[in-house]
């Protein structure tokens, strides 16, 4: 279980502050809505390290992690943007997902980017892909980390829904069959109800399980 307890948050240290509260079980998808600015990127810096808490605890199998660094942190992030590193190939980019020794050839790259649609563009360099390829790029990478926390913010921002649906199912899939514990966050209504076993709403600062 991941625990979001009584978590909270001001960046200025006055009452313009968060307070979140979630519970993910293992092999579950959290969606997590709200208007822009409710503080959705805020929660998953606080989840990865980024920032820290004022009070409450964020505990992955009644561990706390707040005392670890983001590097040690169990998280995998999904940006919204600027994930990709644009003067290396897509290979490499994806690779790196497997720590800065791995290879672009190495298989489980090739297979990752084989379920993301993109094996023709493996050598391809991350700055000629489209906006939709990279984020399908970055996904992969996300997704090859392994983590047992994995924060995806827009997934399926610049894709089709002919080309988000099987990566919705995939990603559902190994969240599933590797005991993740997922939050997603998306304005489209339709990825939290294909993927969502629950979903949480931030108003006012604070989350709110609906
Ligand atoms: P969301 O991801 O839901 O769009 P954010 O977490 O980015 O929302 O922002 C939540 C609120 O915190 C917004 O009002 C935003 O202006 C404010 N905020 C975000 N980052 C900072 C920062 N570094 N310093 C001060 N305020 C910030």
Known sequence: MLEIDRLTFSYDGGDTGFAFDMRIGPGEIAGLVGPSGAGKSTLFDLIAGFLEPISGDIALSGRSILGQPPEDRPVSILFQSDNLFDHLSTGANVALGLGSAARATDERVTEALAQMGLSAMIGRRAAQLSGGQKQRVALARTLLRNRPVLLLDEPFTGLDNQT??????????????????AIVVSHQSQDIETMADSTYRIENGRTKLI
């Open 164 to 181: 988000a649906a099987p990566i919705r199912d995939l990603v559902r899939h190994m969240v599933r069959a590797n005991n993740w514990h």
